[in-house]
């Protein structure tokens, strides 16, 4: 089996990023592979973001949430997780980002319902998860990994709940808008009141609109602390009202500060990877 294009690959010292490069793309899912070549570890909080994580672990279980059960299928973070943290060893993985009005066709369950404890990808896709691990294990090529999860996720029967149109509108223009579109204008845009357009948002995707412009803005600032870019440089770009402002979400939402942020390998590799992704 293979891709229809190869994958772009990128060295990080010991870390090897690759993303798909054209292909047959599934509609609001980005995907991207990570390898650690030196066999360390790592332990790191799960933050929000404005999309569902999931990560697979395509080596020998080196991958998990601190202190839980064993994962068959893959790990499950909806937007806004609880307080979590996940450790591994060796890392081999595939990460997919699953945009919120895309997930209940793919995962079965509204985005809501994802917020909280991460899931195993079992406990969604039940025995599929687990066989779809195993193939990604024996497959010799981040192509062929690519390949299968497309499958995959091709195969997934749609789902009856929706995610209404007016909603995934207001959440396109707030990513679109990288979390500073006026919030108050949205409402009148579809016709609702406010209190209706609160509501309805918060209960398909979990988050309120202001918390989801919060978190838009804090996962683009976290993938720009991943690079070359000053604190300061970040704050000021990204739209916070100083530096302290920023400090004090990205300690709130990660539990360290934007310095040790910046300084640490993961978050380059990271920050690397959905780049690619973004451009592929």
Known sequence: MRADTAPTTQDHGAWEVAVPTGGRAIPGVRMAGFRDRSGGTFEERIPPGPAIAIVIDCGPGGL?????????????????????????RAIDCLELQVDPPAAPDLLGVPPAELNG????????????????????????????????????????????????????????????????????????????????????????????PKRAAMIVRFDRALRRLGTAASVAEVAAEIGYADQSHLHREVLGFTGRTPGAIASDPLWTVDSTAWTLAHTA
Not at 74 to 83: D, Q, R, S
């Open 64 to 88: 998990g949430p601190l202190g839980g059960a064993a994962v068959e299928g893959g790990i499950v973070a909806g937007i806004c997780p609880a307080a979590a943290r996940m450790a591994g």
């Open 117 to 208: 404890a991460p899931l195993d990808l079992a406990e969604l896709w039940g025995r599929d998860a687990g066989r779809l691990r195993a193939r990604l294990i024996e497959a010799r090529s981040w192509d062929d990994r690519f390949a299968l999860v497309r499958e995959a996720l091709a195969r997934r029967r749609p789902s009856p709940f929706r995610v209404d149109p007016e909603v995934a509108d207001a959440w396109w223009r707030i990513r679109a808008g990288h979390g500073r579109v006026p919030i108050g204008d949205l409402p009148g845009r579809y016709g609702w009141s406010r209190t209706r357009f609160w509501n309805r948002f918060k209960s398909q995707l979990g988050v309120t």
